[in-house]
């Protein structure tokens, strides 16, 4: 395989593996045949999965044999990526099931799973001398409508896949020179550690006693819970935000045209005031500062500021990136973005600059997808997306010191969506009571924690 990106290894691997790139021109006049397409797909069908789920989806839109689903798929694709993407002869979404066909329950390991299935997919292309390329940039809601895709499956991303072409085809001058720039890879010792070997070896060099190595057995601290009182929530209610302020529930809801900040009566769950948010905003994480509610959004970098009292609006902010979570300290705001480098980033709460960050990580391994968030005790609690744990973060380290593991605080019967995930966490400093709840759950839960058994590092929840 000859092509511009091909780079000498370190160390030897399958040409497979090195001959593996991400073009973005493509030629727009080959097409991919329905044979070619099936030997693609073929690979998926050996990657594994727990407990054999297979829980993945691929949709295709090929230019050649149905032009109006290629067009549709590439509208949910996000513009920057449309400049090339348009020039691929087939998008592909990959989708995942969040939920066990088997067991009825929450698939932690869907996405991961698709992952290793997207991968496989990949290396078959370069193996056949197609070029693959995945994009994360796309509107979920209208890749779901052109797609038709039907829950329970949820979009993980959009590929574009074809023959390589002329990188002259490319509109940006930027993705030009990237498509023949040979590619840099970082050396290996930047992003393995062995363990015991390499720090004994080193101590035995320098004379020092040696250094034993943590190794497996480290206990990680993981709570249970013991529910309080069950209270009434709106089942309806995508919950991207809670707190608890003066005798009541604000909740920020989520999902575009359905976003809204409401007022909310504990005991009843009944919603006392409701201010939509703009359709074309899906709203995130919320919590309050000097008599004013923030609310923030998942990608429009945009906030909102409302009176307390009220729910009267005053004014909008930016911030730089996604939001997810948010909450405050006594002297900064608190946000989540929900990356894959597990940052919580702190904010001036007059200015919303960002005065600095951490990287969240439990036992040196960063946390992904940390959610919606509050201060609790001098601590950031922080539902993690897509799981029934709750992340307990010294915020001054990043350090997870704890882990609340709410499993099966609400019956498989009940999630009636795959996105019923847990997701709010509200607590009243007054009399130290715990709350927690998810979208489109019908209770939020008053709730204490109840120490379990410690848990091995590194083992499953």
Not at 326 to 341: F, M, N, V
Request: glycine share 8%; with cysteine; hydrophobic share 40%.
């Amino acid at each position: 395989m000859n092509h511009p990106k091909v780079a000498k290894t370190d160390h030897d691997v399958l040409e497979v593996i090195r001959a593996r790139w991400s073009p973005r021109a493509f030629d727009i006049t080959r097409p991919v045949s329905r044979d070619a397409q099936m030997r693609l797909f073929e690979a998926a069908r050996w990657a594994p999965s727990s407990a054999n789920e297979q829980p993945w989806q691929f949709i295709v839109g090929d230019r050649f044999t149905n032009p109006d689903a290629f067009a549709s798929m590439l509208g949910a694709v996000d513009e920057s990526n449309q400049s090339w993407a348009q020039y691929a002869p087939v998008l592909v979404l990959a989708a995942a099931r969040p939920d066990s066909e088997k067991y009825g329950q929450l698939n932690r390991f869907a996405w991961y799973d698709t992952g290793q299935a997207i991968m496989l997919i990949t290396l078959q292309a370069t193996d056949m001398g197609l070029g693959l390329r995945q994009m994360a940039g796309f509107d979920h809601d209208k890749a779901r409508l052109a797609c038709k895709l039907t829950p329970p499956f949820e979009p993980v991303v959009m590929m574009a896949l074809g023959y390589p072409g002329e990188p002259e085809v490319l509109a940006n001058e930027r993705h030009r020179a990237s498509e023949g720039k040979p590619r840099t890879r970082r050396p290996i010792a930047d992003f393995v550690r062995w363990l015991g070997v390499v720090v004994l070896g080193a101590a035995m060099v320098a004379g020092a006693p040696a250094v034993r190595a943590a190794g497996p057995g480290v206990a990680v601290p993981t709570d249970g819970y013991k529910v309080v009182h069950a209270y009434p929530h709106d089942r309806t209610a995508f919950t991207q935000g809670l707190i608890y302020r003066d005798g009541v529930f604000y909740e920020s809801t989520g999902l575009n045209g359905q976003s809204s900040v409401r007022k909310v009566d504990v005991a009843t769950g009944r919603v006392l005031q409701n201010v939509p948010v703009d359709a074309k905003y899906f709203a995130e994480g919320l919590t309050d500062w000097n008599g004013s509610l923030l609310q923030l959004t998942w990608r429009d970098g945009v906030g909102f500021v409302y009176d307390r009292a009220t729910l009267g609006f005053r004014r909008t902010f930016r911030y730089s990136g996604e939001g997810w979570g948010l909450t405050h300290d006594a002297k900064r705001l608190i946000l989540s973005d929900g990356q894959p480098a597990g940052a919580l980033r702190f904010l001036d709460p007059v200015t919303f600059a960002e005065t600095g960050r951490v990287i969240v990580k439990d036992q040196g391994v960063p946390v992904a997808d940390l959610n919606e968030l509050e201060y609790v005790n001098g601590e950031v609690y922080a539902n993690i997306w897509q799981t029934d744990r709750i992340a307990r973060i010294n915020p001054a380290t990043g350090d997870v010191v704890g882990w609340i593991d709410l499993s099966g605080l609400l019956k498989p019967a009940e999630r009636t969506n795959a996105g019923a995930v847990p997701n709010g966490i509200a607590y009243d400093a007054a009399t130290h009571r715990l709350f927690v709840t998810g979208k489109l759950w019908p209770n939020v839960f008053e709730i204490t924690l109840a120490p379990r058994p410690p848990r091995a590092s590194g083992a499953p929840f």
